[in-house]
């Protein structure tokens, strides 16, 4: 997949625009306003940190993009700091970086004008974006037909919901846990996200403070059942 690490778009099959029936010539069903039936979706695929989501995400691209599929990858705040999609395990892929004043209508539409249709987003680290952007992404499904596969955390260190989290909850035509488990140190699955500052566990701050999972960071993140989370007990160093 590096090979690709220069080129977010992939480029394969031939112009097609919104709207455009991608059954493949067949006649697909459609409802009373004219539009197919079973056409693009939103899905939101979460876990908590370091379950292999930016893992899946360039999987699922490779996925399609090998079927002749053409999307985009899109990111926020990637551990690299970076506009890629890095994973833990080693493979990276060139992303458009998400800003506040991006639109991501604009990047289809961009791409449109350019000649070049976009089949589907990969938006990883979704839980970052903004509001308008999950807006945004429901919008890219229903009007443009753009699938549109969103990665990212639910809940951050305090245990509540990322409001793209939970929009992405209340919008998404499918959300699925990613079911690769991650093991709190006892041993039972992980489930929450707990900041760790100098070696402690900390429930006040800023929603979104950059750190890893590393043991040497000052602030660092560590997956804990919800037992230990509660507790706030790291376990044995
Ligand atoms: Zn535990």
Not at 134 to 150: F, G, H, K, P, R
Not at 220 to 228: K, P
Request: net charge negative; with cysteine.
């Amino acid at each position: 997949m590096t090979d690709n690490a220069a080129a977010p778009i992939c480029l394969a099959r031939p112009l097609s625009g919104p709207g455009t029936d991608r059954a493949g010539g067949c006649a697909a069903a459609r409802g009373g306003d004219g539009r197919p039936l079973h056409a693009a979706a939103l899905k939101f695929f979460w876990g908590p940190m370091d379950c292999g989501k930016s893992t899946m995400a360039l999987q699922m691209n490779y996925n399609h993009a090998r079927q002749g599929r053409r999307g985009l990858v899109t990111t926020r705040i990637d551990r690299s700091l970076g506009p890629q999609v890095t994973t833990r395990i080693g493979l990276a892929h060139a992303a458009i970086e998400v800003t506040d004043e991006l639109d991501l209508r604009d990047l289809v539409r961009d791409a449109l004008a350019d000649g070049i249709r976009v089949d589907y987003l990969i938006c990883d680290e979704a839980s970052f974006y903004n509001l308008e952007h999950v807006e945004q992404m429901a919008e890219l499904v229903d009007e443009y037909d753009v699938d549109v596969y969103a990665f990212g955390l639910a809940t951050d260190f305090r245990s509540c919901l990322f409001p793209a989290a939970q929009r992405l909850f209340e919008l998404a035509d499918e959300v699925a846990r990613i079911q690769i488990e991650v093991l709190c140190w006892c041993g039972r699955e992980g489930l929450l996200n707990a900041r760790v500052v100098h070696g402690r566990v900390v429930r006040e701050g800023e929603q979104v403070v950059i750190g890893d999972t590393v043991d040497d960071a000052d602030v660092r993140y560590q997956v804990l059942c919800r037992r230990h989370y509660r507790s706030g007990d790291l376990g044995p160093r």
